[in-house]
Structure formats: structure tokens, C-alpha cells
């Protein structure tokens, strides 16, 4: 777990001119009982003596963590899966350049869902072409990966060389985390198929097959 900051008595006001800047990231995907999420600062907290410090604050259950700059410009948020996932902010807290000038500070949003993956697979036999649609996602309590059981979403399709993609059929995954669609067309096309995710999974897009 990162270290707390303290306050600095006295302080002087922020300067306009200088700023810590805070990059994390917008979408945490939980694949394990244990993320160690990579935090990066900028700015004249990270030189010298400086530092910097932000408190990350779930909406309804609080601080959950904070990351310190001591004159670095890395720092790893320690995130497992007993703690609550959803959208928390990167609340600053304070920073300081190295003659104790008190900086300006930004306040990123991180998402945490579980993770998930989608697969398409497509044969061709004369103008009958096979779609095939797997889902995974992460389970907390088994620690593992499993199907992605009811997933919803939309097997799509474009013509090659060509950037728009159309929805084809409508998905909804079976108790093995699988869907299956057969149909005619004599044209080669790109497929894919988009997940949609949900207020826990995150969502989800295979590969780009052509058949």
C-alpha cells in the first residue's frame, strides 16, 4: 500500500505556473486477486526534493489508497479484490517543489471492473459462413477465468478495406460462454463481435477475422 503524505505547515499558495500531474489509468481490469496498478507523476514533484501526494476516494466507501511522489515519478496502487471496484477519483492532497512551493494538482478518474475477452472464429463452405462467438470473464470468488454466461452484445461486419462497421446478429452467450451464427453471403467480409459490458464487467471486442 502506498505511503500517506502529510500536510506541510505553512505552506505558500499554489504557484500557477508549475503543476504535479497525475497519469492513471481510466480502466483497471481485474484479471487476479491482486493488481498492482502503475502510477506516473510529472512535474517538479518528482525532482529534488519535491512531492506530491492525491488520495484515491470511492464515492460511497471512501479513501481506499494513496499515491506518493518523494522526488520519483512512479508509485504502484495496490488494488485487490476484497476492496470495492466502480469509478474513484484521484483526490490531491498536496505537492511541493523543492524550495517548498506548493504546486497545482490534477484529479484523474479510475474505473474498476473485472475483466473480460471476446473471441470470434469464422469458417466459409460455398456462401455459408459460420460465426463462432466465445466469452470470458473473471470470477472473484474462484480466482479463475469462466465463461462469460449471458453476454450481451453484437456480432458486426464490414466490407474490406472499408472503416464502418454494421451490427449482423444480435448475441447472447450460452452457460458455456459460447453463440453460434450461420448465414449466406458469397462476399468476403471482416467480422467481430462486441461485448457489451456491465456496472461490474468491463466490455469487450475480438479480433477482426475475414472470411
Known sequence: MAVSAGLMAGAPTASAAQSCTLSAPARVSVWHSYTGVPLRASGACTIGSGWGAWDLIHPTQGSQDTAF???????????????PMGRMTWRPSDAYDSYSNMLSQNAPVSEVRLGSWAGLTATRSGSAVTLNVRAVRYWVSGDKNIPFTSAAGTIQYRAPGTT??????????????????RYASSAARDYRVVLNGTSSIWNAASATVRR
Not at 511522489?69 to 479484490?81: K, V
Open 69 to 83: 511522489f518523494d522526488g520519483t515519478a512512479t508509485d504502484t496502487w495496490d488494488y485487490y479484490t476484497f476492496e
Open 164 to 181: 464502418a462497421w454494421k451490427s449482423l446478429k444480435y448475441v447472447s452467450t450460452n452457460s458455456s460462454g459460447a453463440y453460434q451464427y
